[in-house]
Structures are given as C-alpha cells and as structure tokens.
C-alpha cells in the first residue's frame, strides 16, 4: 500500500514543479539554517571531558577582606589559599593551573624567539584530564617538588619548532632558562578550554575566548614560578599590590584549583575539608567570609560561567523561528495544493477509497517533500558550517557536523515534514466527496 501511495505522492508532485520546488526550499532554507546553528550550540554546550566530568570539581573560598561584598567567592584563588589546598592531598588527583604569556625559542635551531603562552600546573593534570600524547610524557610529583625544569609543548609549536618529529629530550629557551622536553601532546583542541574558564558571569555573553587553543608550553607551577615570576596577570585585587605581577604575597586572586574525586563520599569528605579549612582561616583572622565556599561539578562550573557566547545563543533561537515561519508557510502551501484536488479526491472517496487512505496518500506526499528538503537541508548545512569557520573567531576550526547532528537533521526534516503535511492532509481527505463530484 504504501508504495501505491509512494506512486500517487510523486505524479501529485510533478503536477506542479514550481509549487513542489517552493515548498522543498521552504523546508530546506529552514532546516539549513536551524541546523547550522543548533550544530554550532551543540559543539560548544558539549560535554568536553565525557565519562570524566562527573569526577572533576573546582574548589572556592573567598579570602577577601569583610568590607568586600559579594554574593559568591571570586572565581579565583589567592596563593595562600591554593598552595593551602593543594598541599593538604584530599582529593584523587589535583592541580593548579595559571597562564602566563613567554618568549621561547628552540636552543638548537635557528628559528627566531616568539612570544607565546605557557600553563604552569602539576604533574596530576595530564591523567585527570587524560591529555594525549604524541611522544614522551608528562612530568612527576618529584618534578613538581623540585623545581625541574622540564617542559610539555603542543603539537603545534613542535611543528613550528622541530618539524614534528620527536622533540624529547631537546631544549627549550624559556625567558632565561632552559626547559627540557619530556612529552609532546597530540592534537587536542578541548572545547571549551575548561580548565581556564572563569570570570564568564562578568564577561556579558563574550566568552569566544574560552575556546581558544591551548598553551603552547606546560610546565611544573613550580617552575613556572621560578622562571616567569613578575608576569602574571590576576583576575582581581582589593587592594593595589605592591610589585604589579610579583602575586605570590599579594592580596589578588589569580590561581585556579581543580581537584578529581572519584565518588560521593570523596566529595561529601572534601566538602568538609573545605568547610573545615575556611573556618580554621576564619578562627585566625585571614578569611571573614565563612559563607563563601563552593564546590561546584565541571559541568556546573561551565553552566556557572555561561561559556556558550551569548551570540550563539540568541542565533540558535532565532534560526529555531526562522524554521517555524518556514513550517508555517509550508503548511500553506500544501493546504492549497491539497485543497486545488478537491475533485480528484472526491471521484476518489466515490469509488470507495476511505478517509484514512486518502490522509495516506496525501501525508505521504507531505513526508517526500520534507525528506527532499531535508537532503537540500544538509547541504546548506555543510555550507552553512563551511562559512562559520571562515568566521575570526576562536571556536572556528571546532566546528563540524558530526554524526549525531547528521541524523538529527534528517530527523528534523521528517518531523517537520510530517508537523506541515498533518493539518493540510487531514483537512483534505474530510473534503465531502458529493459536493465535489457536483462541481465537476
């Protein structure tokens, strides 16, 4: 039967080419453009640690003075409360983390120094936040400790540096010391960059910049400290410090803690480590707001931050309208083609096709239409996406239709073609076969 309608559904079609071709570009304009966006809000509202998330948290307390009003802690921590935490190995694994801008060069190769940025942290963030590797490794807790001057750089600077090979083992002139190389990353562009995300509440929907590339350089926090001191930048400060950059003794909140704990009792244990630790501060007179700690998820970190650019947003909603108004005229459109049949269909319903055949016939043609808009859909999806990544901006190169947003477009397309065809198709085959076969 359904072939049968399959046939019927594509001679209605040919009747009217132009009407036919109007409405498949109706539905695919509508698709193109939801599509293009959604897959844009999709990439970026993404999961960027999937299966580990869960287990990941970002500690705060708030060391500002009491006459400081706030309604939650700084997004940041001040040194003494970081080292504080981080020395006191409560969770699985931890780490701190703080960019800072560098002048590197290669030792022994000509190239010319450039200035780029380097992420101070510790050994544990390479597995708690399973960074790949091209060659080598990341460093140890014993680097860590001591001050190495060892050194992590991405694949992209050691295709700049060494022509991608093995850079193990080579030297890297930071500043005014030598950092030696014990690990390459491979590729690996997180989205967003989620260990650096902070301060989102304040940026006003301007959050393209949490998606950049990441740093060019890792190195133990240690040594990052040793090597870069005086070129740190903080978030905030309640008051001026004294030598601007040189932050470890500053009243300035500039390091950022993330710690994994690997089930619900670690982090009901480390809630109160962290309860315990603000009133201890409290009790000694170096933290007065008692109130001010949190423990959010990653997950909750992000949503805390809004890292989806507001843009994106507010595009996503409009080209979600765009595919209604599209629907609707598609809608339209297909009641005056059905209707326009009013006497096909009565000689029809006359020679004994019942209602529900001829809703058949009709929705199955509404359902031809709307999978040849999604197929032109999909192409001016990939177009769509072609043009946001020669947009300048940060999350560019990220964007690509995977497999789950390919079948949700034709997914789309069907919805949408059965939600215009419903209404027109079931209007048309109430359509009274006497008063038709009359008006022949």
Not at 256 to 282: E, S
Request: charged fraction near 15%; proline fraction near 5%.
């Amino acid at each position: 039967m359904f072939a049968y309608y399959l046939q019927l559904a594509l001679r209605g079609l040919r009747r009217n080419p132009v009407l036919t071709g109007l409405m498949v570009l109706s539905i695919a304009v509508g698709i193109g453009a939801a599509m293009t966006t959604l897959t844009v809000m999709h990439l970026l509202s993404g999961d960027p640690l999937p299966g580990r998330s869960q287990h990941i948290f970002y500690p705060q307390v708030d060391a500002s003075p009491a006459g400081v009003q706030n309604t939650e802690p700084f997004d940041m921590l001040d040194y003494t409360s970081a080292m504080d935490l981080w020395r006191a190995q409560r969770a699985d694994r931890q780490a701190l983390v703080v960019n800072s801008e560098i002048k590197l060069r290669a030792a022994d190769s000509g190239t010319n120094a450039l200035m780029s940025t380097m992420l101070s942290t510790h050994a544990d963030f390479f597995p708690m936040f399973n960074v790949p590797f091209a060659h080598g490794a990341g460093w140890t807790a014993e680097d860590d400790d001591r001050h190495a001057r060892v050194a992590v750089i991405s694949a992209d600077l050691n295709d700049k540096l060494f022509g991608g090979g093995d850079s193990v083992g080579r030297i890297l002139h930071v500043r005014d010391a030598d950092l030696r190389i014990v690990g390459v990353l491979a590729p690996w562009r997180p989205s967003p960059q989620y260990y650096s995300v902070a301060g989102g509440r304040f940026a006003q929907g301007d959050t393209a910049g949490y998606y950049a590339k990441p740093a060019d350089v890792l190195a133990p926090l240690s040594t990052g400290l040793d090597i870069n001191d005086g070129h740190f930048q903080p978030m905030t400060c309640w008051e001026v410090p004294s030598i601007p950059g040189y932050l470890r003794q500053s009243p300035c909140v500039w390091l950022q803690l993330w710690v994994q704990l690997d089930d619900a009792d670690k982090v009901a244990a480390y809630r109160r480590f962290l309860d315990g630790y603000v009133a201890q501060q409290h009790t000694l007179g170096r933290i007065a707001h008692v109130d001010r700690t949190r423990l959010r998820s990653l997950m909750g970190w992000l949503d805390f931050n809004r890292v989806v650019p507001r843009d994106v947003r507010l595009q996503s909603w409009l080209a979600v309208a765009f595919l209604a108004i599209c629907l609707f005229n598609t809608v339209g459109l297909l009641l005056a083609k059905f209707l326009r049949r009013g006497g096909e269909i009565g000689v029809r319903r006359a020679l004994g096709a019942s209602r529900g055949a001829v809703f058949g016939q009709l929705l199955t043609e509404a359902v031809v239409i709307g999978l040849a808009g999604g197929v032109l859909g999909l192409l001016l999806t990939l177009a769509g996406l072609w043009a946001v990544r020669l947009q300048p901006v940060e999350y560019a190169p990220l964007i690509h239709l995977d497999v789950a947003m390919f079948a949700a477009t034709f997914a789309l397309a069907l919805v949408a073609s059965l939600g215009a065809g419903l209404f027109p198709a079931m209007r048309a085959s109430r359509i009274a076969p006497a008063i038709q076969l009359k008006s022949l």
